[in-house]
């Protein structure tokens, strides 16, 4: 059991580093192509909007499909895209090969999410997630402080070649390893997107949506938020996004445990409330090294806590509708970090990068009262009843 999932963690450990090494290779791919810093963030814009979009049309042209096949086929996508990327002759091209990358992980992320929670027990279903989840943390530690590494010795594109032969790598492991899972019930778009008109299940995903548009409003844009300290040097970012990364395994490993003690709404709402702090004093604990490391320590620690209470949430509510549940906050989360680009782009222009940390506290902080009002854990979220077809 441990293997498999394993197996879904390390395809999120390849996605999670595709989607986030771009925030510490912004400077390259700008360079490159003779482009500013925010067009070039506009890069993770594209890409999450795109995931956004195809994460529930996705789910539904594969939903009579075994999970292993949409795995691989996810993966296969995937690849595709990040090869058509490292050879993209131009900005609008290169657009356009990260929303065919965009497609594989739409279709990787809440399926491997879902598969996890249906490998175990549901009093499991916690550690289960976190464990998927660590993937996208791992790549935190060791994926985008690699990444920005190897860009800074040679070239951005080499990022993507590895990550193509990672992906090819965790496809053979699985074709391996996996079970043949079910494929979860039969639903139309219409019927998938039900859901929304439910106001508890809206109230789970505006939270999603605004954690992560306060986060990467930041965190897209880190290369110039901690250029004080770094002075241009890959290698000092590459040692501080290291310290983020471990701190997001740690907070990741926390959360599945204490979803499965304390139950998901206290673990949201502490995490909740550290990250939002961090944020708004990083203005001012990242005008050194040391501070920054502390901030990035916290950050890693408490935003990363976040991602298992919310999917949790959801799963409890209807474990059969798992898939579909967790598209939608995958799509959420991703309209989130699309967002994020033009507000932390703006933010730059209008404030100052050094004060983008108050600009993404706040939107957090929205997110902590929602969460708060709503009480995910007095109200279960019930979705609208979804008929299988």
């Known amino acids: 059991m441990r293997l498999r999932l394993a197996v879904l963690a390390l395809g999120m450990f390849v996605i999670g580093t595709d989607n986030f090494v771009f925030a510490g290779i912004l400077g390259a791919v700008a360079k490159d192509f003779d482009i500013s810093t925010s067009a070039a963030g506009q890069l993770v814009t594209v890409f999450s909007l795109a995931f956004a979009i195809f994460s529930p049309v996705l789910a ?35 657009l356009l090969t990260r929303v065919v990358a965009a497609a594989g992980a739409a279709l990787y992320t809440p399926t491997a999410a879902a598969s996890a929670a249906m490998l175990v027990p549901a009093e499991q279903r916690g550690r289960a997630l976190s464990v998927v989840s660590g993937g996208l943390a791992a790549a935190a530690i060791l994926g985008v402080p690699a990444g920005t590494w190897l860009a800074g010795e040679s070239a951005w594109q080499w990022v993507l070649w590895m990550l193509v032969a990672a992906a090819g790598l965790v496809a053979v492991i699985a074709t391996v390893t ?67 990364g471990v701190a997001g395994a740690v907070g990741t490993w926390l959360a599945g445990r204490s979803t499965d003690r304390y139950g998901p709404t206290v673990v949201l709402l502490a995490g909740l409330t550290g990250l939002t702090a961090d944020l708004l004093l990083l203005p001012v604990t990242a005008g050194s090294y040391l501070g920054a490391s502390i901030a990035l320590m916290v950050w890693g620690v408490a935003g990363w806590a976040v991602t298992v209470p919310q999917q949790a949430t959801l799963l409890g509510a209807a474990p059969e509708y798992g898939p579909l549940l967790i598209s939608l906050n995958s799509a959420a989360l991703t309209l989130g970090v699309a967002a994020s680009g033009g507000l932390g782009g703006y933010g730059i222009e209008v404030l100052d990068a050094s004060r983008l940390g108050l600009v993404g506290g706040a939107v957090t902080g929205c997110a902590l009262l929602l969460a708060a009002a709503t009480r995910l854990r007095r109200r279960a979220v019930a979705p609208a009843p979804v008929p299988a077809q």
């Open 178 to 244: 996996l079970p043949d899972l079910p494929a979860g019930p039969v639903v139309g778009l219409r019927q998938r997107l039900r859901p929304l008109g439910d106001s508890r299940v809206l109230a789970v995903l505006a939270v999603t949506f605004l954690i992560f548009l306060g986060a990467f409003t930041v965190y897209t844009y880190i290369t110039v938020v901690l250029g004080p300290v770094t002075h241009g040097r890959d290698s000092t970012l590459a040692q501080l996004l290291l310290i983020y």
């Open 60 to 94: 539904t042209v594969t939903a009579r499909w075994p999970r292993k096949r949409v795995l691989l086929s996810a993966l296969l996508v995937f690849s595709l895209g990040n090869v058509a990327t490292a050879l993209a002759p131009n900005y609008p091209v290169l």
